[in-house]
């Protein structure tokens, strides 16, 4: 086993995670060179081996893409989120619908340390068709939202979108992060 601590060299945009590694660690795909507006991963793909994936694993990335074993014992893939196998945790919000918005998938209790960062790398940097994400539907089942000072930019460019008296709008008004009542 091991931890997969740094990554360098993306060829063809893709970082197959060797089999036999069991932890992905924080910002591990940060390019090398800390250009972090020209991130060279969009691909990664986990293998079975993997048991924990860290929160903030996929910080200061462009990924757009994200496969996981079917047989993997941490992670599943839902309509563009990475999400721990139980459904409990959104590890990583990667792809947004046509109108730019991620729903996290109803019964989800906890959004994970940049969770919703993608958004944050592409709003500074405009790419030709902006920001992957700019607002996160957070239904009701949510209960936590991560958040810690030191990343306290993390949800700077997204606009949370949830139901009226929710956790996610309690969190967005304490915080000052824009919000939709819904």
Do not use: M
């Amino acid at each position: 086993g091991g931890k997969l601590i740094k990554c360098i060299g993306y060829p063809n945009k893709k970082f197959e995670i060797p089999e036999g590694i069991e932890t992905i660690g924080k910002e591990v795909l940060v390019n090398p060179d800390w250009d972090i507006f020209d991130t060279a991963v969009k691909e990664v793909i986990i293998p079975k081996s993997v048991e924990k994936i860290e929160e903030g694993a996929f910080n200061w990335t462009n990924i757009n893409k994200i496969s996981v074993h079917p047989d993997s014992p941490c992670a599943i893939v839902k309509n563009g989120g990475l999400y721990a196998k139980d459904g409990s945790t959104l590890l990583f919000a990667f792809k947004a619908n046509a109108n730019k918005e991620f729903v996290v998938e109803d019964g989800t209790k906890r959004i994970g340390l940049c969770a919703l960062e993608n958004s944050h790398v592409l709003g500074v940097h405009q790419e030709p068709d902006g920001p992957i994400l700019t607002t996160a539907v957070i239904p009701a089942s949510v209960e936590q939202l991560a958040f810690d000072e030191e990343n306290d930019w993390a949800y700077d460019c997204v606009v949370i979108k949830a139901p009226k008296g929710s956790y996610a709008i309690k969190f967005a008004k304490k915080h000052k992060i824009r919000y939709i009542e819904i």
